[in-house]
């Protein structure tokens, strides 16, 4: 956040530099209304153009084993642009280093999804997918990724949604 409001502030001296340098080589003075003009749409420009590339941005710090397996888009009335082409606001991962067969269930895995959100705490949630059924279930965050242990009743989702995460877990 202090990065860009520190490069934010960068911008807008930059475009009021420009325009003053073009008005003095002009030798006139420049309207009133210009700087502010100019320099509220460079901002405008630059944010709007953070906000959309910021999920590329993270995914490419990703190391390799992470895989992106859905990206959530989202439209907000104070960008009404986002109507038109809405914008990853949060995308979902799995780690695949933490990929784990179950000892005494074929077909089912052990994986890591981890949650990723613009502005958010990025949060790590146990997941058990079954590749048989086509199932997934989330595990408690508390407990252990341990193929081993597979206690208690899982909220099974049917469906193989997201598809990406079966396609990455379900080595078929």
């Avoid at 508390?142 to 193929?147: E, G, I, Q, S």
Wanted: charged content about 20%; glycine content about 6%; aromatic content about 10%.
């Amino acid at each position: 956040m202090f990065i860009t409001l520190f490069i934010t502030a960068c911008l807008a001296a930059l475009v009021a530099g420009v325009i003053l340098l073009i008005a003095k080589a002009l030798g006139r003075r420049p309207p009133k209304a210009l700087i502010p003009a100019a320099i509220g749409l460079a901002v405008l420009l630059f944010v709007t153009y953070s906000r959309y590339n910021w999920s590329d941005q993270m995914i490419e710090r990703l190391p390799e084993t992470v895989e992106v397996i859905e990206r959530y888009r989202d439209s907000a009335f104070y960008e009404p642009w986002t109507y038109l082409w809405p914008r990853v606001t949060h995308f979902a991962v799995v780690d695949t280093a933490t990929l784990v067969a179950h000892r005494t269930h074929p077909g089912l895995y052990l994986v890591e999804m981890i949650l990723v959100g613009e502005g958010d705490p990025t949060l790590t949630v146990p997941l058990v997918v079954d590749c048989i059924r086509g199932r997934r279930a989330t595990l408690n965050p508390n407990a252990p990724l341990d193929p081993a242990v597979l206690t208690g009743q899982l909220e099974w989702r049917t469906g193989r949604d997201p598809a990406r995460l079966f396609e990455i877990v379900c080595l078929d």
